[in-house]
Structure formats: structure tokens, C-alpha cells
């Protein structure tokens, strides 16, 4: 992982982590004060927040209104869909008295995006349905801004982010020792705090800071290390993107229920372990990993979830499996073992990701960074972390927790905390927006909208 996250911050191209720049190099403190904005996009429905904060990280009171995106709206205009987001910002401020004209908005916009400042970004391509031709190629941002316009809005979008990024806001808002942020969902990706000078890729590159938070797209992480099964690669060619999002596809909550469905399928049709149920078990996808998940945990002393598991999801009778009565118990048996095995896999992978963060920062007990440089005394680290395997997945959270131990060892590992973080695709987004206008604002009420606008794209 860390030489792979050295050869992304080298050049663009150089490894299969994008390590894309996010422009991002300063992160809510827990000092910052007042009313802020949000608008999280990433699928068919969207959310619109209201976050207010107080001085000491403490969120007084949160909004949220979410809404479906017409399916006409996905596959028209972009200025219909970005009218359509505006209109809902307008009624969710009616009534508001809380505007005072430098109103600054995050923008979580969960599509690929070329990012070229902290607060405006090309679109690359459609995903999720979404077919919006005359969109690709252009400043979402700069659609959103113009549609907040067209409705009289004195709003602008002052930081364009991922969920990823917003969760490290978040996390960084609680606690100033976070360091990195890591999404294990659906699907999977982290990002973290880098040194300016270490991103070759962009020599010269100022930050007040001296850093920049990097989104890594670690899902399409890849190396020769990878313990890589046949199931993984039957997975990998029925999947639209082949040889893309590798490690995703090992470790994320899309595609653990489909390894296992994929283990089932191979025993059925090389044993009689499951009698001649193969048809039943052939079937893409037809094991979710919530199922998986149900399946694992279950503690009964019969198995009586996984025996209605496999028979209302895997189609599964007593019928089909051996008539000896004690065979479906050790086939439930075998089942959860299975199941057990690629939860383990996918949380140690999940763990060895985040020490190679750790290493790259000089954060996993080596008492310097992976450059060479920073030597000192171990230091407390904290990753923000999210996603509903993760949080939703006791059995998940438990091995990538004890794995961390095993990597790093026990006196390192104490100095290392992860810390679930909720809602950083909103709430995060909304800090992150406030915290990127006050450096440029702060306490100058003659600095307008334009200026600051001008001020973070100076080409322009």
C-alpha cells in the first residue's frame, strides 16, 4: 500500500490509487461558531442539512430533508436537475432567519470528479443511473452556483467533496488527532492528510498549512500481495467494471455475500454437500451480505436463521439437501464457516489498508514517516471511520480491530484509535464549507461572494 500510494502522489497514472488531490489543507477545528449548509448528492434521492454548531465541537441542533430525484431529472438537462436541487435549498430556508448574506454551502457530490480547487470540480461520467449528457466535462459546482442564482439565492457552494473527505472533516471537528478517514460501506475508499511536499505529482504546490487532505480511491488499490482466489476472479469477470476496484471487491459490504454464493456454487457443483441445489446457488448476487452478515451471527443452537436464510433467499429446502436428518446441520455449519472466512479476509485486508496509512505517515510505531523523515516519540492517531459494515457488522468490526493489534502490536496499537464517525457526507460537508470561507472572509465583511470566488481560481 505505501509504495503504491508513492507512486500515485509521483504522477498522475503511476499506480492504481488516484491519490487525487482535494485542495483541501485546512479542516474544522471545533472552534468554528453558527448556522451552515449542505447538499448531499450520490444517488437518486438527496439530502439538504442545517447544521448548527458551538464553540467546543458541539453540534447544537441538525436539519435534514431528504428527497427523490424524478427519474425524468436523471436522464434530462443539467440545468434541470441543478434547478431542481436549488428550488429544494430555497423551501428548506424559508423561514430561516438565520441568513445574513455570505451564506457558504457544502457540496457533497458523490460521482467521479476532476477536482481543480476545493470548491469546483469537472464531472468525469455518470454513474447510479444518472445519464445527464451536457453535465460531463463541466463545474458541477459552477451548475449548482448558477442555479442557487436563478433562484435568488445569496448561497454558494465553498466546498465541493466526497463522502470521504467530509467524514475526515468530521472527525477532525471532534478531534484534531484525526489523521484519516475510511469509508467500508457498499463500497470502500479513505483519504487522509499529506505533506504538501511529499505530493510530487505538483511541485511547488503552496497550502497555508503545509498540507492537503488526499483522497486516495483505495478501492481500486491493487498489488501482487493481494491473496487473490478463484472466486475472486469469477467475481471480477461478472462484475460491469473487470479489473477495476480490486480491492473494493474483496473487502466491501457490495460484493462479500456474492464471494461466499461463489464458494456455495463451486461445493455444490463439486460435492453433494448441498444435494442438487447447484441451479438454486447459480444465480448472481442472489446472497446480499446482510444475509452473510445474519448468517455469521447467528448463535442459535440449531442455526434456525441460516436454515431460513437458505431456504427463503437461497431457495434452499430440506428437500434438496440430504435426507439424513443431522445433513442440513452440518451444512448450516459449513455455511456459517464459509461465511466466517470471508468476513475475516476482508476485515484483515480493511486493517492492513489503514496501518498502511499509518506507516506512510510514520504512525504505525517505526518512529518515522515511510520519506524518512519526521522521527519522534509515538504519537496518538486517530481514524475517522464510517460505512455500514463497519459500524452495522459486529463480527466485521471485531476481527479488523484485533488485526490492527496483531500488525501493529499492542503498545502502538494503543496510541491508535478508530472512531465511527456519523453523517460526515453532511454534516462534515458543512463544516468543511464554513471552515474554507471563514479563511478567506474571516472577519473582512467587505469580502463578497465574487472576490472569494476570484480568490480560489485565479485563472479565471
Known amino acids: 500500500m505505501v509504495v503504491e500510494m508513492h507512486a500515485g502522489l509521483a504522477s498522475d497514472g503511476g499506480s492504481k490509487l488516484k491519490m487525487l488531490l482535494t485542495f483541501v489543507d485546512a479542516l474544522p477545528s471545533g472552534s468554528e461558531e453558527g448556522v451552515y449548509y449542505s447538499i448531499d448528492l450520490g444517488g437518486t434521492n438527496f439530502r439538504v442539512l442545517r447544521v448548527q454548531v458551538g464553540a467546543g465541537s458541539v453540534i447544537v441542533n441538525q436539519k435534514v430533508e431528504q428527497q427523490p430525484i424524478p427519474e425524468e431529472l436523471t436522464k434530462g438537462t443539467s440545468e434541470g436537475l441543478f434547478n431542481f436541487v436549488a428550488l429544494a435549498l430555497k423551501n428548506f430556508l424559508e423561514g430561516e432567519d438565520d441568513q445574513d448574506g455570505k ?3 457544502g457540496f457533497t457530490f458523490s460521482f467521479p470528479v476532476r477536482q481543480i480547487s476545493v470548491s469546483s470540480g469537472s464531472l468525469i461520467r455518470w454513474t447510479k443511473g444518472f445519464s445527464i449528457r451536457d453535465t460531463v466535462g463541466r463545474d458541477v459546482a459552477q451548475c449548482l452556483n448558477e442555479a442557487l442564482a436563478n433562484c435568488g439565492l445569496n448561497v ?12 475526515l472533516a468530521l472527525g477532525h471537528y471532534y478531534d484534531e488527532d484525526t489523521v484519516a478517514a475510511v469509508i467500508i460501506g457498499s463500497g470502500t475508499n479513505a483519504c ?4 504538501t511536499d511529499a505530493i510530487i505529482k505538483c511541485q511547488g504546490l503552496l497550502t497555508n498549512s503545509g498540507g492537503m487532505v488526499v483522497n486516495m480511491e483505495w478501492g481500486n488499490f491493487w498489488s501482487s500481495h493481494l491473496p487473490r482466489t478463484p472466486y475472486d476472479i469469477l467475481l471480477d469477470d461478472e462484475t460491469h467494471n473487470r479489473n477495476d476496484q480490486g480491492f ?6 457490495m460484493y462479500l455475500g456474492e464471494i461466499a454464493r461463489l464458494v456455495f456454487h463451486r461445493m455444490a457443483q463439486e460435492s453433494d454437500v448441498f444435494g442438487d441445489a447447484a441451479d438454486s446457488l447459480s444465480n448472481p448476487f442472489i446472497l446480499s451480505t446482510p444475509f452473510l452478515a445474519a448468517i455469521r451471527e447467528d448463535d442459535s443452537p440449531d442455526l434456525s436463521e441460516v436454515r431460513r436464510i437458505l431456504q ?3 431457495k434452499l429446502s430440506d428437500d434438496s439437501l440430504f435426507q439424513i436428518p443431522d445433513a442440513p446441520l452440518k451444512t448450516r455449519r459449513l455455511v456459517v464457516k464459509v461465511c466466517d472466512i470471508v468476513t475475516r479476509r476482508a476485515a484483515r485486508l480493511a486493517a492492513a489498508g489503514i496501518v498502511g496509512i499509518l506507516k506512510k505517515l510514520g504512525r504505525d510505531g517505526s518512529g518515522a514517516a515511510s520519506s524518512g523523515r519526521g522521527r519522534g516519540q509515538p504519537r496518538r492517531t486517530v481514524v475517522a471511520i464510517e460505512g455500514g459494515l463497519y459500524q452495522g457488522y459486529p463480527v466485521f468490526r471485531e ?4 488485526a490492527l493489534v496483531e500488525i501493529l502490536g499492542e503498545e502502538v496499537a494503543r496510541n491508535v484509535t478508530l472512531r465511527v464517525t456519523e453523517d460526515g457526507s453532511g454534516v462534515g460537508a458543512a463544516l468543511l464549507a464554513a471552515k474554507n470561507f ?6 473582512d465583511p467587505t469580502l463578497n461572494v465574487t472576490t472569494f470566488y476570484l480568490m480560489r481560481h485565479p485563472t479565471e
Open 156 to 167: 454558494r457552494v465553498t466546498a465541493l467533496v466526497n463522502d470521504t473527505v467530509g467524514t
Open 248 to 253: 473494493e471487491k474483496m473487502i466491501s459490504g
Open 103 to 105: 451564506m457558504a454551502l
Open 192 to 195: 487522509y492528510i499529506e505533506r
Open 399 to 402: 476481527y479488523l480491530d484485533e
Open 312 to 314: 427463503e433467499h437461497l
Open 438 to 443: 471563514a479563511l478567506y472572509i474571516g472577519s
